[in-house]
């Protein structure tokens, strides 16, 4: 059955970086989008970045831009989110989520998520 | 790109039928059907409900549907159950090449 498991949350201090892993398993991988979306605790869903399947084509949310960068790995069946600079704000559990086959920005199946804590 | 707006809580009766309403702007939902629909319990990952505004994916009960007129998508769920007591979310591409949540709603099945 599809599988997304992400990896790589932590505390980490303001300034500082992190890099979230998705391993994924139980489809092919390389044929689907993929996001990052996170949640704030006790708050609503926020997405963070978009890869196309071949990673030629990658989006960010402004809260993000120019400090998170997004790529894949499709033969290692692999998500990643490069984090840098982080913020207090940036605290959320990330989702890393597959795109619904041959449907554009859906999202059918979501890991568990990683806990992701910014704080001195 | 702000959040889409939707109502913080709808309640209703077993049985009953609610609406959850998503208003956006000319930037997303007035000019895309890339609106989606999200079921999430506390503590749980969301689950897609509706695509393309109006769609439900395999194994999704038909008690869910969806609509969209102008800037404003529709999630109604009819014959409520006590399973449905979850946050909902709408979601909508934007003309920015990004894609936009709601601000969410509990639904509380009295």
């Known amino acids: 059955q599809v599988q997304l498991v992400e990896s790589g949350g932590g505390l980490v201090k303001p300034g500082g970086s992190l890099r979230l892993s998705c391993a994924a398993s139980?489809?092919?991988?390389?044929?689907?989008?993929m996001s990052w979306i996170r949640q704030a605790p006790g708050k609503g869903l926020e997405w963070v970045s978009y890869?196309?399947?071949?990673?030629?084509?990658?989006y960010y949310a402004d809260s993000v831009k120019g400090r998170f960068t997004i790529s894949r790995d499709n033969a290692k069946n692999s998500l990643y989110l490069q984090m840098k600079n982080l913020r207090a704000e940036d605290t959320a559990v990330y989702y890393c989520?597959?795109?619904?086959?041959?449907?554009?920005?859906?999202?059918?199946?979501w890991g568990q998520g990683t806990l992701v804590t910014v704080s001195s | 790109q702000s959040a889409l707006t939707q109502p913080a809580s709808v309640s209703g009766s077993p049985g009953q039928s609610i609406t959850i309403s998503c208003t956006g702007t000319?930037?997303?939902?007035?000019?895309?059907?890339?609106v989606s629909w999200y079921q999430q319990y506390p503590g749980k990952a969301p689950k897609l409900m509706i695509y393309?505004?109006?769609n439900r994916p395999s194994g999704v009960s038909n008690r869910f549907s969806g609509s969209k007129s102008g800037n404003t998508a529709s999630l109604t769920i009819s014959a409520l159950q006590a399973e449905d007591e979850a946050d909902y979310y709408c979601?909508?591409?934007?003309?920015?090449?990004?894609?936009?949540f709601g601000t969410g709603t509990w639904v509380t099945v009295l």
């Open positions: 979601t909508s591409y934007t003309s920015s090449s990004t894609l936009v």
């Open positions: 000319r930037s997303d939902i007035a000019v895309y059907n890339y």
């Open positions: 890869i196309s399947s071949s990673g030629s084509t990658i």
């Open positions: 989520a597959s795109g619904l086959w041959r449907q554009l920005w859906s999202f059918e199946y």
């Open positions: 139980g489809f092919s991988f390389s044929d689907y989008y």
């Open positions: 393309e505004a109006s």
